[in-house]
């Protein structure tokens, strides 16, 4: 029988079960569900769940939330259903198994939240794996960014939020994109340390908007010495929101 870990994150707060060689839940899950706007009683759709990474420390910052994942490998589906009952969240999550491209729900979502592979066809080496390839966006049919902006504005609602965690250097992609289906988009850099490029960032953007863009300070992740920031901290390990 194949392995399935389990990891803590929220400083033991969230539990997960994951596939052993699959995609693993990372830094970039907590910050996509702090990022994300919701209040209590929202309705928020992950698109690539994967096992449920974001999508349940989304849960446990916001009360009363309900959250729908979607997500096309069914093992990974398969563990995020299994996590519903591992952190008590029965009737707030639900995993579909399906493909972003295709999805499309009956009721419009206040939010979508999403966190796309980095890696594109032509930039990587293959995965022997084809659970590991497709785990790792490693796929000659890759979704393009394009296809995860507009799978997210399909499943939202007029005036409701997107919100993606993504690489620095595909940022003018993600604006090019999205500043034909959003308004009222904020870059948030996020910075390895101090005085040091930023590697990823949070772009976050509302349906059906004409606000100007609005350009964050950022967040440093790590002090020089490599420890967390008090800010990192905050988010990584007590839940806290990204305003």
Known sequence: MAETPEIHVLDH?????QAAGGFRTSMDSVFLAAACK??????VLDLGAGVGGASFCLLWRVADSRLTGV????????LARENIALNGMEGRAEFVCADIRAYAAETPFDHVICNPPYLEAGTYTQAASLERATALG???EDVT???????????LRSGGSFTM???????????QSIGRKFGAVEIIPLYPRPGEEAKRVIVRAVKDRKTPARLHAGIILHNEDGSDTEAARAILRDGAPIG
């Open 13 to 17: 707060k969230v539990r997960l079960l």
């Open 38 to 43: 919701a209040q209590a009683g929202a309705r």
């Open 71 to 78: 997500e096309i490998q069914e093992n990974h589906a398969l």
């Open 138 to 140: 490693h796929r000659d």
């Open 145 to 155: 960014l394009d296809d995860w902006i507009k799978a997210g504005f399909r499943n």
């Open 165 to 175: 965690i993504q690489r620095a250097d595909k940022v003018d992609r993600i604006i």
